[in-house]
């Protein structure tokens, strides 16, 4: 089992940063990629960016290109989104996901941390 919790939410003027942690524990070993993913107020949840959590290479929505950062520091297990210029249409609530398998689903998820962009 893996539990992951994020931290970071908040309230923040558009063109302001966040930065959202999420902590993992358990079995991380079985981690081949993590990544982030929001939902807004009466939308479908959406990708946002992932990490490959050995290699390192990312992808990004291209909605958040070149704005977010997702970053990992394997030592403490724990994933990164670092949010640039913010936009009111990225309030949303923040999921941190782990996938164990290529190809597979992501299948452990965090409880999610809001992120309110105000304008």
């Known amino acids: 089992q893996v539990q992951l919790v994020e931290s970071g939410g908040g309230l923040v003027q558009a063109g302001g940063s966040l930065r959202l942690s999420c902590a993992a524990s358990?079995?991380?070993?079985?981690?081949?990629?993590m990544g982030w993913f929001r939902q807004a107020p009466g939308k479908e949840r959406e990708f946002v960016t992932a990490?490959?959590?050995?290699?390192?290479?990312?992808r990004y929505a291209g909605s958040v290109k070149g704005r977010f950062t997702i970053s990992r520091d394997n030592a403490k297990n724990t994933l990164y989104l670092q949010m640039n210029s913010l936009k009111p249409e990225d309030t949303a609530v923040y999921y941190c996901?782990?996938?164990?398998?290529?190809?597979?689903?992501?299948?452990?998820w965090g409880q999610g941390t809001r992120v309110t962009v105000s304008s």
């Open positions: 996901a782990l996938r164990s398998t290529v190809g597979a689903a992501y299948d452990y």
């Open positions: 358990g079995r991380t070993s079985s981690a081949y990629a």
């Open positions: 990490i490959t959590w050995t290699t390192g290479d990312t």
